[in-house]
């Protein structure tokens, strides 16, 4: 498999070259790095050279970096048996061309990466979120959105309407002691008190 990945990677650094930012082959998938300005000449030519098969679009964010956002998308070539990892860098004010003009399918997965990440996509014919609420603030996959968030959103039977209310922890917080789990914990869960003891 390596060397069918091996010779493949050699063929598209020959027939892409500029297009590249990189490449490498890791964990027996092929990995290309692409700009935003190169990224449809990438996949075209990967869709016209047997990888007809979509897989999916995501998100993945490092804040630290100056682009903090990759694109990645996946595609594979059943005739080939191979697949391969498209990468693209970007920030939150750059856009990323859509692909649904090769792949009509990465529409839902494009609007999923804009409303979870914040990722902006040229060209998408209904770029709007999915899955979080019309009025929501934020984009809760970025490493930065807070844990808890700030506001709960449930139907209330009684008003017949979806109310919003500031959020509430359902439980304490508890000290766990993940040092050495086979030691056990310091304190008595609930229930331990009923136990035995030799």
């Known amino acids: 498999m390596d060397e069918s990945l091996t ?20 964990h027996g998938e092929l990995t290309l790095e692409a700009t935003p ?13 047997g990888f007809v098969s979509f897989v999916d679009v995501c ?10 956002f990759d694109v990645v998308i996946h595609l594979l070539s059943p005739a080939k048996n191979l697949r391969v990892r498209v990468k693209v860098a970007t920030d939150e004010v750059t856009f990323v061309p859509s692909i649904t003009g090769l792949f009509p399918g990465a529409l839902w997965f ?31 996959l970025r490493k930065d959105f807070p844990t808890t ?40 869960l609930p229930g331990d008190e009923k136990a035995k003891t030799n």
């Open 7 to 26: 010779a493949y990677r050699d063929l598209l650094a020959e027939k892409l070259g500029g297009s590249l930012v990189g490449h490498q082959i890791a």
């Open 59 to 68: 998100g993945v964010d490092y804040p630290a970096r100056p682009k903090r």
């Open 149 to 188: 968030g700030f506001v709960e959103v449930r139907y209330d039977d009684e008003l017949k309407r979806v109310v919003y209310e500031p959020v509430q922890l359902a439980q304490e917080f508890r000290s766990f002691d993940f040092l050495s789990p086979w030691e056990g914990t310091e304190y008595v």
């Open 37 to 49: 300005e190169s990224l449809l000449a990438v996949v075209g030519f990967l869709k016209a050279d």
């Open 110 to 140: 494009e609007r999923e990466a804009y409303d979870l990440y914040g990722i902006l996509f040229s060209g998408h014919p209904d770029l709007r979120r999915l899955l979080t609420d019309y009025g929501f603030d934020g984009h809760p």
